[in-house]
């Protein structure tokens, strides 16, 4: 028979979900409860705009969540999570970029780019893959 080890990486996902304790029971129900259970159990961290964990930005809750739940899955992954600290927000794009910007329709807003429905923190990976866009149109 073959014994599971429970490394201290997953230990909380097989925990029992009655075992975890609500942060302030008289303010948080419902949703909102089920919210900060999420964020306290993962080490997932919102500040304001965006919710953290392991260093990556998430627009939603759940894919914060889901990431995390991934991360855990792994037996020899370390513990990611950690305290949240605010994620630096890319710089403003220069003149320069915001000429290569338009010639893609590459859009600056709310500190990120975006490239159609994409979100990008970065400018390289908006731009890659515009151009990655473009060569597949050009190929059709």
């Known amino acids: 028979m073959t014994k599971t080890h429970r490394t201290k990486a997953n ?5 029992p979900a ?11 129900s419902g949703a909102s409860f089920e919210r900060e259970r999420q964020m306290v ?3 997932i961290g919102y500040d304001g705009l ?18 995390a739940r991934l991360m855990r899955s792994r037996p020899m992954q370390e513990e990611a999570g950690g305290r949240f ?3 630096r927000a890319p710089a403003p794009p220069t003149d320069t970029q ?4 338009a010639s893609l329709d590459i859009d600056f807003r ?3 780019y975006r490239f159609r429905e994409f979100r990008y ?10 151009k990655l866009t473009r060569q597949r149109q050009d190929k059709d």
């Not at 230990?11 to 925990?15: D, I, N, S, V």
């Open 110 to 112: 709310d500190g990120a």
């Open 11 to 15: 230990e909380r996902l097989h925990a």
């Open 121 to 130: 923190d970065g400018l390289m990976d908006a731009v890659n893959y515009a």
């Open 50 to 67: 965006h919710y953290g964990y392991n260093g990556y930005r998430y627009d939603r809750l759940a894919d914060a969540v889901a990431y």
């Open 85 to 87: 600290g605010a994620l």
């Open 41 to 43: 159990d993962f080490s």
């Open 18 to 28: 009655a075992a975890t304790t609500p942060l302030d029971p008289s303010r948080a």
């Open 98 to 101: 915001r000429s290569l910007m």
